[in-house]
C-alpha cells in the first residue's frame, strides 16, 4: 500500500479545505494510506517567483524535510506539485545537502489526477454530478507536469457528467499568483477572455485542479455578474457536494 | 509617442481599453498561432529540429569572437566593408558616414528590428537623409510615426480600415474618390508608391536574419521582395544587425531556416531568401557592401545567466503565444522588443530600472518556452531579473513587505497554523452570508476586478486533526 504524503497547499489549507478531504478521499479509494503532515505550510512559491531566492530556498528545505519518508507526494494543484517537481531541484542546485535530496523528492511528486490515473491505475471514479461541465487546464498542469487526458479521464467517468472543451484550453487564465495583484488590469482581461470561453460551451460549472486559477476566475466572475459555478475536479471527483466557490448554502463547513 | 517602458503600467491599461486593439490581437491566433502549429505538423519531428537548432546557436556564441572575424575576412576578401559598432551611437555614425560618402539623400530600408533598436530613422532625418521604409508594414506606421508593435509584422496593430486612411492622408497625390476598401488595393497602391522610392534611392539599408561566417555572406528572408529592391537597386548597400546574427556557415543557417519560418509565419520557406555577400567580380548588383555588426550591451550578456537570451532568432513565435502580448500588443511595452523575448532581453539592453515591468508582467504559464525554436528558457530568464531585481531593493516595497511577513510565518508552521486559523474565521465573517469578500486593506489589486470567494471557516489542518 503506497504511503502517500498529501500536501494539502496553502489555498486548499486556508479557503477550501474541502478540496483537500475530497482529494484523501481519492486516494484512500485507490488504496493509498494517507498522511498530511502537520509541519506543512506552503511551497514557496509566492517567494521563488517574486525573486525572494534565500525564502523559497528555506522552504523548500523544510519540505524536502518533511515529505521525503513518503512513497510519494501529492498535491490537489498542479503548480504546487510543479514546484516540488520541476523547481526545488533548480532551487537548491547548488546546496550540497539538499541537491540529491531535492531530486529525488522531485520524481516522487504528482498532481492528484495524474497521481491516480499513471500510478494508481484509476480508470474511473465512482461519483454521480448531474450538470455540463468544462475543464480548466492550468498552465503548470499543462507544461510543467503535463497533465493533459488524466482529469479528462477521471471527469468523463462521473455519471451523468458532460464535459465540454474549450475552444482555447492551451492559454493562460490571467493568475499567476502575485502577477494578478501586480498587473490586475491585464490579469482582468485575461480572466474575462477564458471565462467568455468557458460560458461559450454552454457549460454550467468550471472545474479545474488548481485553487489560485479557481478562485482568481471565481471571483472574476462574481464581480462581473458572470453566473458561473466554480468547483476543484477532486471534489466532483470524489462527490463532495457543497456550496461552489464564493457561494452560500447548505454543506457549508459551518 | 516616446517610447517608455517605466510607464509600462499606464500603457497597458490603454491598450486594454482601446477596442480596435483588440480586434487587430484577436487575429494573432489564426494568423500566427494556428498557421506555425500547421508547419511544423506537416513538417513531423519539432523536437530534434529545435535541438539542433538550440545546438547551432550555442556553439555560435561560445565561437562568437572567431566567427565574427572570419566573417569579417571573407566579407573584405569580396570587395565588402565590416564595421563594429559598440553602442548604438556608433552604430548610428557609421551608417550616417557611408551614406555621406555615397552622397546619398535618400535611402531605401528593409524591415530591421535592429534599426530600430538604435533610432536610425530619426538620426538620418536629422542628418538631412531621407529613410523609407519599403517592408509594407514598416511602411505604414513610418507614415503613421509609430514604432513597430511586432517583431515582425510591425503594423500588426492597426486593421485595414486604419491603413486606409494613413493611406488617404498621406498620398494626398492620388484622387480622394479611390476605393480603398480592399486589402489588394491597399497592397498595389503601397507599391505604386513604393516603386517611385526604389527607383530614387541613393543605398539601401537592411537587417539580417542570419550571418554566415564560412561564406561572408548576410542572409534575408522576405515575403514582399522589397528587400530585394532594396538591397540590389541602389549602388551602396548596408547590412545592420546584431553580432550574435552569426553562425558557422550556411549549413547551419539551412536549419535555422526550417525554424524560423514555420516558427514566424507558419511558412515552409518564405517567398525569398537572400543571400548577400561582398559585389565580388559580379557585373551588376551594388558596388559597395558595408555591414554595420552592433553590440549594444549583447556581448555584457554572453556566457552570463541570461546568455541563452542571445539565441534569439527573432522569430516572434513567443510574442504570438504570449497571453500578456495578446492583451495589450507591442506598443505597451515602450521598447524596441516587446512580449516575452524583451521581458528576458531589455532589462539585459536596458537595464532593470528601465525595463523592471517587463519580466514581472508575465504569469509564467510557460508557453514562450514552449514554442521557442531555440530552446530559450524565458520564463527563468524573467525570474532571474525579478531576483535581480529583489537583490537591489528595486522591487516595490508594499509587495516585499507582505512577502517577508508571509515567509516568516511560513517559515515558522506553529505560527502559520495559528494564523490561518485566525485568517481563515476572519475571512469567513468578513465574506458575511454572501460568501464573498468585496474588498481588503492588503492585497488591493486582487480587488480591482475581483471578489475573494470567502475561505469555509475552518483550515484543512485543523479539521483533519479533528478527523
Same mark, same amino acid.
Given at each position: ?79 504546487? %506539485? ?9 532551487? $537548491? ?5 539538499? #541537491?540529491? /535530496? !531535492? =531530486? ?95 460560458? %461559450? ?9 488548481? $485553487? ?5 476566475? #471565481?471571483? /472574476? !466572475? =462574481? ?32 | ?467
Amino acid at each position: 500500500m503506497p504511503r502517500v504524503g498529501l500536501f494539502v497547499t496553502c489555498l486548499v489549507d486556508l479557503v477550501r479545505p474541502s478540496v483537500g478531504f475530497a482529494a484523501v478521499r481519492l486516494l484512500e479509494q485507490a488504496g493509498c494510506t494517507v498522511e498530511a503532515p502537520r509541519a506543512q505550510t506552503c511551497c514557496g512559491q509566492p517567494a521563488w517567483n517574486a525573486g525572494d531566492r534565500r525564502n523559497a530556498e528555506a522552504i523548500a528545505r523544510s519540505v524536502i524535510d518533511m515529505f521525503e519518508g513518503f512513497d510519494y507526494v501529492v498535491a490537489p494543484s498542479g503548480s504546487c %506539485a510543479g514546484m516540488l517537481r520541476r523547481h526545488y531541484p533548480e532551487i $537548491l542546485k547548488d546546496d550540497a545537502r539538499y #541537491a540529491e /535530496r !531535492a =531530486r529525488a523528492l522531485a520524481g516522487r511528486s504528482y498532481e492528484l489526477m495524474s497521481f491516480l490515473v499513471r500510478i494508481c491505475g484509476v480508470a474511473r471514479v465512482d461519483a454521480s454530478w448531474e450538470g455540463r461541465v468544462a475543464y480548466h487546464d492550468s498552465c503548470s498542469s499543462l507544461r510543467e507536469m503535463e497533465v493533459r487526458a488524466e482529469p479528462r479521464t477521471l471527469l468523463s467517468s462521473v455519471a451523468g457528467l458532460e464535459i465540454f472543451e474549450l475552444s482555447d484550453p492551451e492559454i493562460c487564465c490571467g493568475f499567476g499568483g502575485l502577477f494578478c495583484v501586480k498587473y490586475p488590469d491585464i490579469s482582468e482581461a485575461m480572466a474575462d477572455a477564458k471565462i467568455a470561453d468557458v460560458t %461559450a460551451t454552454g457549460a454550467q460549472m468550471l472545474v479545474g485542479g488548481d $485553487l489560485g486559477c479557481l478562485l482568481h476566475l #471565481a471571483g /472574476r !466572475a =462574481r464581480r462581473a455578474g458572470v453566473a458561473l459555478e466554480v468547483r476543484h475536479a477532486a471534489e466532483v471527483l470524489a462527490g463532495v457536494e457543497g456550496p461552489a466557490m464564493g457561494e452560500a448554502g447548505k454543506g457549508d463547513v459551518e | 509617442m516616446i517610447p517608455d517602458p517605466t510607464a509600462f503600467r499606464q500603457a497597458a491599461h490603454e491598450a486594454l481599453d482601446d477596442p480596435r486593439l483588440k480586434v487587430a490581437l484577436g487575429r494573432l491566433k489564426t494568423h500566427f498561432v494556428q498557421k506555425r502549429a500547421d508547419a511544423f505538423e506537416r513538417y513531423g519531428d519539432f523536437a530534434a529540429l529545435r535541438d539542433a537548432g538550440a545546438t547551432i546557436r550555442d556553439c555560435a556564441l561560445s565561437n562568437l569572437d572567431t566567427l565574427l572575424e572570419k566573417f569579417e575576412r571573407n566579407v573584405t576578401a569580396r570587395g565588402g566593408h565590416v564595421h563594429w559598432a559598440r553602442d548604438a551611437g556608433e552604430a548610428r555614425q557609421i551608417v550616417l558616414d557611408i551614406l555621406r560618402s555615397a552622397d546619398a539623400k535618400t535611402v531605401t530600408k528593409g524591415k530591421s528590428m535592429v534599426t530600430e533598436e538604435i533610432g536610425l530613422n530619426g538620426f538620418l532625418e536629422k542628418n538631412g537623409i531621407r529613410p523609407v521604409e519599403t517592408d509594407l508594414g514598416e511602411y505604414i506606421i513610418q507614415l503613421r510615426h509609430e514604432p513597430p508593435s511586432h517583431i515582425i509584422a510591425p503594423a500588426f496593430h492597426l486593421n485595414k480600415e486604419d491603413v486606409a486612411q494613413t493611406f488617404r492622408s498621406a498620398h494626398t497625390e492620388l484622387p480622394p474618390e479611390r476605393a480603398l476598401d480592399e486589402r489588394s488595393a491597399l497592397v498595389a497602391e503601397a507599391r505604386v508608391m513604393l516603386r517611385r522610392q526604389f527607383e530614387a534611392a541613393d543605398a539601401g539599408i537592411t537587417g539580417a536574419n542570419f550571418l554566415a561566417a564560412a561564406e561572408g555572406a548576410a542572409v534575408i528572408v522576405t515575403n514582399e521582395g522589397n528587400g530585394d529592391l532594396t538591397r540590389l537597386l541602389p549602388r551602396t548597400h548596408i547590412v545592420v544587425t546584431g553580432l550574435e546574427k552569426i553562425v558557422a556557415d550556411m549549413d547551419d543557417v539551412s536549419v535555422l531556416l526550417r525554424l524560423l519560418t514555420r516558427s514566424a509565419t507558419g511558412q515552409d520557406i518564405t517567398s525569398y531568401v537572400s543571400v548577400v555577400s561582398g559585389p565580388g567580380d559580379a557585373q551588376d548588383g551594388p558596388k559597395n557592401f558595408h555591414v554595420v555588426l552592433l553590440d549594444n550591451g549583447r556581448t555584457a550578456l554572453l556566457g552570463g545567466e541570461t546568455g541563452e537570451v542571445l539565441r534569439c532568432i527573432r522569430c516572434a513565435a513567443c510574442l504570438n503565444h504570449c497571453p500578456i502580448y495578446n492583451s495589450i500588443g507591442g506598443h505597451a511595452y515602450g521598447a524596441t522588443y516587446p512580449g516575452p523575448i524583451g521581458a528576458a532581453l531589455n532589462p539585459g539592453l536596458l537595464g532593470l530600472a528601465q525595463a523592471h515591468h517587463h519580466p514581472n508582467a508575465s504569469t509564467f504559464c510557460g508557453r514562450c518556452a514552449e514554442v521557442c525554436p531555440v530552446k530559450i528558457p524565458l520564463p527563468s530568464i524573467m525570474r532571474y531579473w525579478r531576483e535581480k531585481e529583489f537583490e537591489a531593493h528595486m522591487a516595490p516595497k508594499a509587495m516585499v513587505f507582505g512577502l517577508s511577513l508571509w515567509a516568516f510565518a511560513a517559515r515558522h508552521p506553529a505560527l502559520y497554523r495559528l494564523g490561518a486559523r485566525v485568517l481563515a474565521r476572519v475571512l469567513r465573517v468578513i465574506g458575511g452570508r454572501k460568501r464573498a469578500i468585496h474588498s481588503l486593506p492588503v492585497l488591493r489589486g486582487w480587488f480591482v476586478a475581483r471578489d475573494f470567494p470567502a475561505p469555509q471557516g475552518k483550515t484543512f489542518q485543523e479539521m483533519w486533526r479533528a478527523r
